[in-house]
């Protein structure tokens, strides 16, 4: 029987002893829960708690809640509590149950694919609350209601029992409190960080909305949990802001408007500053599209053609001797997009980009509006914009010269390849992979040690550039990053985008970066990281960027030798060696460098597929981690001091 069919079969079931069946939809969960939320690592067991609060928001953008709380409980479970109406209990009609039950417990039901319940809705995906209840050890629904409170619990997706009436209560809203089952997820324990950074997310996209968090694994000097909360009361204004809080802004106040063209909603919001960098977020019923879409499409096109069309007229491109292109007017742009819609079509199941063809032409009409507007009001600001563009056209010109070397021959042996390459025998780039190694020494070593059928090495000499603070034209003549393009077999440039990367080539499935375990090692990893960031993005949102981690000691009693990765692992080692005798005879070393091992221990450690561990480079949170890159690497201090000063508890110093 098919899923569809199992479901048809499910709705014409009462709740007695012969319902077992509707439990049928959510096993195909348990037993293909990648299918659903995207993996069982960290991105899958977040997405939990982003299923439940998209519930809560639906609320909000209909109209009836204003309040969203999250708890991450001492046990690693989370609940979620909002102001809301609650989910419905009286019986449902065609399930003969309550419709709390049903929306617990069977997929592609709720209230929003009603259109008189919810005109939009960011969980059109169809799997929602139930997904959560499917892959959930234990969850218990409790909801606030006509003067009274309801609830009922669940395990691994069925109720334990009907929903019943427990008291009375002042209050409306939904509570669901829930903990993952680990037996399917691989990591169980919830960032405070990552659900915070998501909360904060929300509350600009969704002004007026407070949202916050609470962690009770974690307290304060005082005894109180950790604790944050969210409000915006200008949306995307106030996100631009804060993306840009590390840059030098060209322009005091964001460009922004709010309102409705065709029936679409669109809030679009953007300010320029003095970097190089190019940083549009987009999302569609909060949904951050990373791919982009129709929205995109349309804000890009009215951009470009409004900022041209005013530049023309002043007369400020009269001594320009080439032409415009729509790169220059975004770079040093920040700008964020969001669109309501009521049915979203989205490319593909990762729902990351948008396919509806009348959104192009709402975006695109509202974004011409607004800067139309704000050119012929704020002349002063249009002259610094239009200035921003032409030395951006003017570098990116000098940059197509660098560029095309980076395809041509000046790092390159007789091979066509980098002289410094060891490359590997195997020519399957899904079985191939590099490691980019900090320094000569280490290089030689990794070349030693390495399986030369799969493993290619690329030795990088000191700190590559830092590109947050480069002109483009200075990426693409430095030595090292033309060695890296080359050796992946990638260029910058295609057709449609003279700034996408074209994977068409590309050399190697895993790209290791692999640095000493030291303050400058991670200097190094994370300039090679911006880097990859900033020009090399699609490699990292494929899944192909991986940082090694070498171990930090290796601990020795006699003959025996065990490494460990962190001061935990060494102290625990040095316990279990203990045990057989007095702690004398037990020595440790530091490893600073990877030059500190010989190629046998490089391999066993660091290198060997069935021992090593690599860290697989994620963008969890696209806004986030554009702002923690400009923050970190570029020109603003106090921000940069004010992050290392919060997070210096957790760094390895070298003394």
């Given at each position: 029987m098919s899923e569809e069919n199992k479901e048809i079969k499910i709705k014409e079931l009462n709740y007695d002893a012969a319902s077992i069946q509707v439990l049928e939809g959510l096993e195909a969960v348990r037993k293909r829960p990648a299918m659903y939320i995207g993996d069982i690592g960290m991105k899958g067991l977040h997405h939990l708690v982003y299923e439940v609060i998209d519930n809560s928001i639906d609320e909000s953008m209909a109209g009836h809640c204003d309040t969203i709380n999250v708890t991450i409980n001492e046990n690693n479970s989370v609940t979620v509590l909002d102001n809301g109406r609650g989910i419905p209990v009286d019986i449902h009609e065609k399930e003969g149950r309550s419709a709390l039950e049903v929306v617990m417990t069977v997929l592609h039901a709720g209230g929003k694919f009603n259109k008189d319940s919810y005109k939009v809705s960011g969980g059109l995906h169809g799997v929602g609350v139930s997904c959560v209840n499917a892959l959930s050890i234990e969850l218990k629904a409790t909801v606030y209601r006509d003067g009274k409170t309801y609830e009922q619990e669940y395990s691994k997706g069925a109720p334990l029992y009907p929903?019943?009436?427990?008291?009375?209560?002042?209050?409306?809203?939904?509570?669901?409190?829930?903990?993952?089952?680990?037996?399917?997820?691989?990591?169980s324990d919830y960032s405070y960080d990552v659900l915070s950074n998501r909360l904060r997310e929300l509350s600009f996209l969704n002004k007026g909305v407070t949202l916050t968090i609470t962690d009770k694994r974690d307290f304060d000097e005082n005894?109180?949990?950790?604790?944050?909360?969210?409000?915006?009361?200008?949306?995307?204004?106030?996100?631009?802001?804060?993306?840009?809080?590390?840059?030098?802004?060209?322009?005091?106040?964001?460009?922004?408007?709010?309102?409705?063209?065709?029936?679409?909603?669109?809030?679009?919001?953007?300010?320029?500053?003095?970097?190089?960098?190019?940083?549009?977020q987009s999302y569609v019923n909060n949904i951050n599209t990373i791919e982009g879409g129709t929205h995109l499409a349309g804000f890009r096109r009215a951009l470009t053609r409004t900022l041209k069309s005013y530049a023309d007229k002043s007369g400020m491109l009269s001594k320009l001797k080439f032409e415009i292109s729509g790169d220059d007017f975004r770079e040093g742009l920040t700008a964020v997009i969001s669109v309501k819609v009521q049915e979203p079509q989205f490319e593909g199941q990762t729902k990351t980009k948008l396919g509806n063809s009348e959104v192009a032409g709402a975006v695109d009409q509202a974004v011409s509006e607004m800067l139309n507007?704000?050119?012929?009001?704020?002349?002063?600001?249009?002259?610094?914009?239009?200035?921003?563009?032409?030395?951006?056209?003017?570098?990116?010109?000098?940059?197509?010269?660098?560029?095309e070397l980076v395809q041509r021959k000046s790092v390159l042996s007789s091979t066509g390849l980098p002289g410094k390459l060891s490359d590997c025998s195997e020519r399957n780039p899904e079985l191939a992979e590099i490691y980019l190694v900090e320094g000569d020494s280490a290089g030689g070593t990794a070349k030693q040690g390495r399986d030369r059928?799969?493993?290619?090495?690329?030795?990088?000499?000191?700190?590559?550039?830092?590109?947050?603070?480069?002109m483009p034209h200075k990426i693409f003549e430095n030595e090292e990053i033309k060695t890296i393009f080359t050796a992946l077999g990638v260029h910058i440039g295609t057709a449609e985008d003279s700034k996408a990367l074209n994977l068409e080539k590309l050399r190697y499935h895993k790209v290791i970066i692999m640095t000493d375990a030291d303050v400058d090692g991670s200097h190094i990893a994370t300039l090679i990281l911006t880097f990859f960031f900033r020009y090399m993005r699609e490699l990292i949102e494929k899944g192909c960027v991986y940082i090694a981690t070498p171990p930090l000691f290796l601990v020795k009693k006699g003959k025996e030798e065990v490494y460990a990765w962190t001061d935990e692992e060494r102290k625990g080692i040095i316990v279990e060696m203990s045990k057989n005798g007095k702690e004398t005879g037990i020595h440790f070393q530091r490893y600073k460098g990877l030059g500190e091992m010989n190629a046998e221990q490089l391999w066993d450690t660091?290198?060997?597929?069935?021992?090593?561990?690599?860290?697989?480079?994620?963008?969890?949170?696209?806004?986030?981690?554009?702002?923690?890159?400009?923050?970190?690497?570029?020109d603003e201090v106090p921000p940069r001091r004010e992050f290392i000063e919060k997070n210096a508890k957790y760094a390895n110093i070298d003394v």
């Open positions: 929903v019943r009436e427990i008291g009375t209560s002042d209050k409306t809203g939904t509570e669901i409190t829930f903990l993952p089952d680990n037996s399917i997820f691989i990591v005894g109180e949990p950790k604790f944050e909360s969210f409000h915006s009361e200008e949306g995307l204004k106030e996100f631009v802001q804060y993306l840009d809080d590390t840059r030098e802004k060209l322009i005091d106040e964001p460009i922004y408007m709010d309102g409705e063209k065709s029936g679409t909603p669109v809030e679009v919001a953007m300010q320029y500053n003095s970097s190089f960098a190019e940083n549009l507007y704000y050119l012929d009001e704020h002349p002063r600001e249009a002259k610094t914009i239009v200035n921003k563009v032409i030395l951006a056209a003017t570098a990116r010109h000098a940059a197509r010269k660098a560029r059928k799969f493993q290619a090495i690329l030795p990088l000499r000191g700190k590559i550039l830092n590109v947050e603070k480069a660091t290198m060997d597929p069935a021992f090593r561990k690599l860290r697989q480079v994620d963008i969890v949170n696209a806004a986030e981690a554009n702002r923690t890159f400009s923050m970190l690497m570029g």
